[in-house]
């Protein structure tokens, strides 16, 4: 099975992504194999080709493109990170959205051997879609931005809390930490575009 932008002169159901936005990063759609389907992307999406724990191809760039149920005889590299899943979904095409994702709180706590806490805001943005999708344990009809939060904000607030380094009496922001940070999630397919700092309360001392 794979995805071709050769359309044939046939009659299709037209697939496409109608849930994704700044809250929902992926959406499901099943397929009927007694049906013909085109799939269209529009720009910063991507769609996998999925079947029972197996991805069978995936397409990144923005058009139409039509599903072939015979054999890919161009694997795409990309699949080579995929695992394949303990999953008895039906075929289905799965949307991601690789739209930049904002207002993402993340949380710096009150802990004994820093001297400060508060919290901040960071971008995100799907880099590698397979390596997301092997993150995902079910491929349920949607996945939130929350469902990934909740796995990567104690990562994001470590950061937070490294770069906040003290000199002297003076705090400070370490650049080097943010720029060698970008790739800490690097095993979600995920990279962070920027963050902000904000709301940060320093103890009184005893």
Excluded at 13 to 28: P, Q, S, Y
Excluded at 150 to 159: A, G, L, M, T
Aim: net charge negative.
């Amino acid at each position: 099975m794979y995805f071709s932008n050769k359309l044939e002169e046939e009659e299709y159901i037209t697939l496409e992504a109608v849930k994704l936005d700044n809250n929902i990063l992926m959406e499901k759609q099943l397929l009927d194999e007694n049906q013909h389907y085109v799939v269209k992307l529009k720009e910063a999406q991507s769609a996998i080709l999925f079947e029972k724990g197996q991805v069978y191809d995936i397409v990144k760039e923005e058009g139409i493109y039509s599903i072939h149920l015979g054999p890919n005889t161009s694997f795409p590299e990309d699949l080579l990170d995929y695992q394949i899943k303990e999953n008895q979904d039906k075929l289905c095409v799965i949307f991601l959205n690789r739209n930049s994702i904002v207002n993402n709180k993340f949380y710096i706590p009150k802990k004994h051997r820093n001297n400060f806490y508060g919290e901040g805001e960071f971008e995100f943005q799907i880099e590698n879609p397979i390596k997301l999708f092997n993150k995902v344990i079910e491929v349920r009809s949607f996945y939130s931005r929350e469902e990934l939060l909740e796995q990567v904000r104690e990562r994001i607030s470590k950061i937070a809390t490294e770069v906040i380094k003290k000199q002297g009496n003076e705090y400070f922001i370490n650049e080097e930490i943010i720029v060698s940070s970008r790739n800490i999630l690097n095993e979600y397919g995920i990279k962070i575009m920027g963050a902000d700092i904000k709301n940060i309360h320093f103890k009184k001392k005893m």
